[in-house]
């Protein structure tokens, strides 16, 4: 996750889901090299051309989903809102929030994992994911939890 803009007035963090778009790319070239080990039995080809189908299918599926979505988060304090922008491979998604709605910037984990994600609470208890791929070290999530709290404090 990157601060591309800190200024008084406008706060802009973007986060790339690299971890996933590794997986992504490691499940595409296991199906296509699947597809191109030399078996002469027919029915081992069978089976390999369809374990590379799923891997395939598997890969499309995961490439078109929400986890693969670049967020952008801009706070903009001249209209006291967030904008909230997911890019993704076919669409793009634009939500907007008012301040007044944002209570509390925390960080997330799931059980024992090292790497964590952000999430805003608002203020009818449901959360908004900076990066839903948990993909976040201790350090930076801090980094940013305090940069956004601090901004926000300031309206």
């Known amino acids: 996750m990157k601060v591309l ?3 008084e007035t406008k706060l802009v963090l ?6 996933n778009w590794g997986f992504t790319v490691l499940f595409l070239i296991i199906g296509i090299v699947t597809f191109l080990i030399p078996i002469v ?4 080809r069978l089976i390999a051309h369809l374990v590379a189908w799923i891997f395939i299918i598997f890969t499309v599926f995961f490439a078109l989903s929400k986890l693969n979505k670049v967020v952008v988060w801009s706070f903009d304090k001249s209209i006291r809102t967030l904008f909230v922008e997911e890019r993704g491979l076919l669409n793009t998604t634009v939500s907007e929030y008012a301040f007044r709605e944002i209570r509390n ?11 964590y994600s952000i ?3 608002l203020s009818d208890n449901r959360k908004l994911n900076l990066c ?7 350090n930076v999530a801090e ?3 305090n940069c956004i ?3 926000l404090a300031q309206c």
Do not use: C, G, K, M
Request: net charge negative; hydrophobic share 40%; charged share 20%.
């Open 14 to 19: 973007r986060h790339y889901p690299l971890l």
């Open 143 to 145: 980094e940013r939890v």
């Open 105 to 115: 910037v925390q960080i997330e984990t799931e059980l024992d994992q090292p790497l």
């Open 149 to 151: 709290s601090t901004f």
């Open 132 to 138: 839903l791929d948990y993909s976040l070290f201790a």
């Open 5 to 7: 803009l800190n200024t």
């Open 41 to 44: 039995d027919s029915d081992q």
């Open 119 to 121: 999430s805003l609470i």
